[in-house]
């Protein structure tokens, strides 16, 4: 009997030391559980732009959230140069999907140990580590009456596409109404300064026989590829009909590393915030009420840094990694064709936040690339309270300290959200001794067990 107990207690301490271990590493390689992000479904109006960019060539590609009759739908991007049927394309929905859910801010958990327990590397919040056939082209028509020349027309999927080129606003904007485009009014105003620039005009409808033949049910993004110096996006043509604030997610691909909005400050979201338990079932609430106050505090003229990151890698993870394929088809031109199945080390994104409205952005986005490879995540942090037995003056302490510490929760929550903080507090949890009840031995190695299989 004495060596059954001895055994007993043998076991037990090996089982203690085996879950140490298994959690210490586990805390160590993990930076928290991935819970929530904030993904663009979060805004009613986002639109979705794709840039994957080296040297002079860029790969554009725009998503489209057009919810009206698709017969009333048109499309005016500025682009630099003339494109050719063979520089646009359509590009799959899903792509723009992947990498929003990739880079979207994340709001993370952890569990504290317990306080009785030996001291071991646990668990606790780190920061972020440093961290389709072409019609018939009929290019060069001219209207020369309104200075219109129609330098490229090709059919993509289901758009019909014009590439025009004009030499003043009020003729470019009379062709398109007399053409059958449903021009918003007040855009002679906003294509003047791309006309003095000398872009073109990348003009696309629905091709309604194309679309019905098609069996989709919303317009698919189309992409294009050119090259060019210039490394920008436009911006202006968007505000035509805005009568609010829209938001604009960008996510730049390069070589290199994070880009940067050159011609406006570019700042970081408030980020590795430890906040309140409840807001997880509050977390769409909470980051759509911390942006806006950000937006407001910065003078909403700025572009936000949402997460900058090696495409080979995520921590924690809100969704897995692009494989090579799907970065092919998101633009990346530059990894390595002959290995299609190795993950590339050289592809970083930069997921870039823009709220703007026709006073606060008059001037397009212009991009600059980076060799800045930090790595960042907007990132929120829950700690859930240990409720084990607390059988010792460190328990007494740590149980004594979570009012403290729920305050700063509290706290914080206010300031990034602006909150009223008195109820913020009617939803903290009360600290009461009934709430850490005592666990023999055994239950706790079990409790702890449950969590590593969890984990």
Same mark, same amino acid.
């Given at each position: ?6 055994f007993r207690v043998w076991a037990i301490a090996l089982i203690a030391f085996l879950l140490t271990f298994t959690v210490s590493s586990r ?15 979060? =805004? ?5 732009? !794709? ?30 140069v003339i494109l050719q049927r063979e520089q646009v394309q359509i590009a799959d929905s899903r792509i723009i999907e992947r990498l929003d ?14 306080? /009785? ?10 920061? !972020? ?5 072409? !019609? ?30 004009a030499r003043e606003s009020d003729g470019l904007e009379t062709w398109l109404v007399q053409n059958g485009y449903r021009i918003p009014q007040?855009?002679?105003? %906003?294509?003047?300064? $791309? ?15 194309? $679309?019905?033949?098609?069996? =989709? ?33 960008? =996510? ?25 338990? $409840? ?34 890698? /995520?921590?924690? /993870? ?16 530059? +990894? ?20 703007? +409205? ?11 690339? +980076?060799?800045?490879?930090? %790595? ?15 059988? /010792?003056? !460190? ?6 300290? %979570? ?8 706290? +914080? ?25 005592? %666990? ?16």
């Amino acid at each position: 009997m004495t060596y059954l107990r001895s055994f007993r207690v043998w076991a037990i301490a090996l089982i203690a030391f085996l879950l140490t271990f298994t959690v210490s590493s586990r805390a160590l390689a993990f930076c928290g559980f991935y819970v929530a992000k904030a993904d663009a479904k979060l =805004y009613n109006q986002a639109s979705q732009v !794709a840039i994957a960019r080296s040297g002079n060539r860029t790969v554009l590609t725009m998503a489209n959230d057009y919810q009206g009759d698709v017969k009333d739908f048109a499309m005016v991007v500025p682009v630099p140069v003339i494109l050719q049927r063979e520089q646009v394309q359509i590009a799959d929905s899903r792509i723009i999907e992947r990498l929003d859910s990739f880079s979207a801010p994340r709001l993370v958990e952890y569990f504290d140990p317990d306080p /009785c327990a030996p001291p071991i590397f646990w668990n606790r919040p780190m920061a !972020a580590p440093a961290m389709e056939s072409a !019609a018939p082209g009929r290019a060069g028509r001219s209207n020369q009456a309104l200075g219109v020349t129609v330098e490229e027309q090709f059919t993509v999927g289901e758009y019909d596409i014009l590439i025009l080129s004009a030499r003043e606003s009020d003729g470019l904007e009379t062709w398109l109404v007399q053409n059958g485009y449903r021009i918003p009014q007040g855009a002679r105003e %906003l294509l003047r300064p $791309y006309i003095r620039q000398r872009m073109k005009f990348f003009v696309a409808k629905v091709n309604l026989e194309e $679309y019905e033949n098609s069996g =989709y049910q919303a317009l698919r993004p189309l992409q294009m590829t050119y090259e060019s110096p210039r490394f920008m996006l436009p911006l202006r043509l968007g505000m035509v009909n805005a009568d609010s604030s829209q938001d604009l997610l960008v =996510y730049i691909l390069s070589p290199e590393g994070q880009a940067e909005v050159s011609n406006y400050r570019t700042v970081k979201v408030p980020s590795d915030a430890e906040i309140p338990v $409840y807001v997880k079932d509050e977390f769409s609430d909470f980051y759509k009420a911390m942006f806006q106050t950000s937006y407001t505090r910065e003078g909403r003229n700025v572009a936000f840094l949402e997460y900058a990151w090696d495409m080979g890698s /995520c921590d924690p /993870c809100s969704a897995e990694p692009l494989s090579p394929e799907e970065l092919r088809q998101a633009g990346v031109f530059w +990894t390595r064709p002959e290995m299609p199945n190795t993950m590339p080390n050289n592809v970083f994104i930069t997921r870039l936040h823009v709220r703007y +409205t026709r006073d606060k952005f008059p001037e397009d986005l212009i991009f600059q690339q +980076t060799n800045n490879r930090t %790595l960042f995540q907007g990132r929120y942090i829950l700690r859930h309270p240990y409720t084990g037995e607390m059988a /010792c003056e !460190a328990g007494r302490q740590y149980r004594r300290s %979570l009012r403290q510490r729920f305050e700063q929760e509290a706290q +914080t929550l206010a300031r990034l959200t602006g909150w009223n903080i008195r109820d913020i507090r009617d939803k903290l949890p009360q600290i009461r001794a009934e709430q850490f009840p005592a %666990l023999p031995l055994v239950a706790r190695l079990q409790q702890l067990m449950g969590r590593v299989i969890d984990r």
